[in-house]
């Protein structure tokens, strides 16, 4: 393999590259269609190539690997540094580059064709879900202009509306009736679809041995150990578990100077979906704590006295995160009694 790198700024029809040699020197610039591009890498040496972790590039990289190249997929929000002058594609192909030649930013992991087939269902539910909450807070508005106020809860929009439209004294027109059907209808469909997602979640984590093990975490279900897994993958890119919950966002962000330390809320940075899902595994674990004498449940107790209920759950779930990491990283199971003596 030669010592140069190629930046390369995707795109969905014209891509552009820069390849830098020793010192920074920009050995070539070129422009490809998308036929063309990979023409001229599969007639290269193979070489290095970076591109941003942004749509199509856990493709491309596939395919580069397939013809000899190393290739490295870069955070973007870490190449944005490198940027200098007028942004424009050539100078975005150059940040990639030399962002790569730092060697100091941490590659993101190429993902495989079922890693990607797994993240699609859980993009899928995931907009489902949003579109579940978008239509039934449009029934809730809609009939609310009609003085026909529903509780909240998403749970009380399926129970109300069939009753409302069933009651001829609530003084709705004929036409608002029907729109009102249909978009139930609606909801009703959007909620199986969510349904199906979960199945199919459901069947796809009995059958593979490392969210079994995931699930044996509390607040871990088929939904979160799926997503966990399709998000962490064999957990290698990380050295430690604080650096997978730090990934995610779920360690405080810091706004220091001197010796005067001061930690603010979490950075929320990553995968939102995923934070939301374990933040929520997390809460249904400390809302049902009890009387537990696990060291677990102890500690949540022990968190609780001192703290109050959102910060405990945000610290359970960046707690979860970690462990989840040392059963994927290293093979590891969850030992729920560990600890005691």
Same mark, same amino acid.
């Given at each position: 393999?030669?010592?140069t790198?190629?930046?390369?700024?995707?795109a969905k029809?014209?891509?552009?590259?820069?390849?830098l040699?020793?010192?920074s020197?920009?050995i070539?610039r070129?422009?490809?269609?998308r036929?063309?591009l990979?023409a001229h890498?599969?007639n290269r040496?193979?070489?290095?190539?970076?591109?941003?972790a942004?749509a199509?590039?856990?493709?491309w990289?596939?395919?580069?690997?397939a013809?000899?190249?190393?290739?490295?997929?870069?955070p973007?929000?870490?190449v944005?540094?490198?940027?200098?002058?007028?942004?424009?594609d &050539?100078?975005?192909?150059?940040a990639?580059?030399?962002?790569?030649?730092?060697?100091?930013?941490?590659p993101?992991?190429?993902k495989?064709v079922a890693?990607?087939d797994?993240?699609a269902?859980?993009?899928?539910?995931e907009?489902r879900v949003?579109?579940?909450?978008?239509?039934?807070?449009?029934?809730?508005g809609l009939l609310?202009?009609?003085?026909?106020?529903?509780?909240p809860?998403?749970s009380h929009?399926?129970?109300?509306?069939?009753?409302m439209?069933?009651?001829?004294?609530?003084?709705?027109?004929?036409r608002?009736?029907?729109?009102l059907?249909?978009?139930?209808?609606?909801?009703?469909a959007?909620?199986?679809?969510?349904?199906?997602c979960?199945k199919q979640?459901?069947?796809?984590?009995r059958?593979d041995?490392?969210?079994q093990?995931?699930?044996?975490?509390?607040?871990f279900?088929?939904?979160?150990?799926?997503?966990v897994?399709s998000?962490?993958?064999d957990?290698?890119?990380?050295?430690?578990?604080?650096?997978?919950?730090a990934?995610?966002?779920l360690v405080?962000?810091?706004h220091?100077?001197g010796?005067k330390?001061?930690?603010?809320?979490?950075?929320?940075?990553?995968?939102? &979906?995923?934070?939301?899902?374990?933040?929520?595994?997390?809460?249904a674990?400390?809302?049902?704590v009890?009387?537990k004498?696990?060291?677990?449940s102890v500690?949540i107790?022990?968190m609780?006295e001192?703290h109050?209920?959102?910060?405990?759950v945000?610290?359970?779930?960046?707690?979860?995160?970690?462990?989840a990491?040392?059963?994927?990283?290293?093979g590891?199971?969850?030992?729920?009694?560990?600890?005691?003596?």
């Amino acid at each position: 393999m030669n010592n140069t790198v190629i930046g390369l700024d995707l795109a969905k029809a014209i891509y552009h590259s820069i390849e830098l040699g020793v010192n920074s020197k920009v050995i070539q610039r070129k422009k490809f269609k998308r036929q063309q591009l990979k023409a001229h890498m599969i007639n290269r040496p193979p070489s290095k190539i970076a591109m941003e972790a942004c749509a199509t590039a856990h493709y491309w990289a596939r395919v580069f690997s397939a013809m000899g190249h190393t290739v490295e997929l870069l955070p973007p929000q870490h190449v944005k540094a490198y940027l200098r002058k007028q942004k424009n594609d &050539y100078n975005d192909a150059l940040a990639i580059a030399e962002a790569c030649q730092h060697s100091a930013i941490r590659p993101v992991p190429i993902k495989s064709v079922a890693q990607q087939d797994e993240q699609a269902l859980h993009r899928m539910r995931e907009q489902r879900v949003k579109q579940k909450t978008q239509v039934a807070n449009q029934i809730r508005g809609l009939l609310g202009e009609y003085g026909l106020i529903i509780r909240p809860g998403i749970s009380h929009v399926f129970k109300q509306v069939p009753v409302m439209l069933a009651d001829a004294e609530n003084n709705l027109t004929s036409r608002f009736r029907q729109l009102l059907h249909r978009e139930y209808q609606q909801l009703l469909a959007i909620r199986e679809d969510v349904a199906w997602c979960d199945k199919q979640l459901q069947q796809q984590s009995r059958q593979d041995p490392v969210c079994q093990r995931l699930m044996a975490i509390p607040g871990f279900g088929p939904v979160v150990s799926s997503a966990v897994k399709s998000w962490m993958g064999d957990g290698q890119q990380f050295e430690k578990g604080r650096h997978a919950s730090a990934a995610l966002g779920l360690v405080p962000r810091q706004h220091s100077s001197g010796d005067k330390i001061r930690l603010l809320g979490i950075t929320k940075c990553g995968d939102k &979906y995923l934070r939301s899902l374990v933040v929520n595994g997390a809460r249904a674990v400390v809302a049902h704590v009890g009387h537990k004498t696990d060291p677990l449940s102890v500690w949540i107790q022990r968190m609780r006295e001192r703290h109050c209920f959102n910060k405990v759950v945000v610290a359970l779930a960046n707690k979860l995160i970690r462990m989840a990491w040392v059963i994927i990283a290293r093979g590891d199971t969850y030992r729920p009694n560990a600890g005691q003596a």
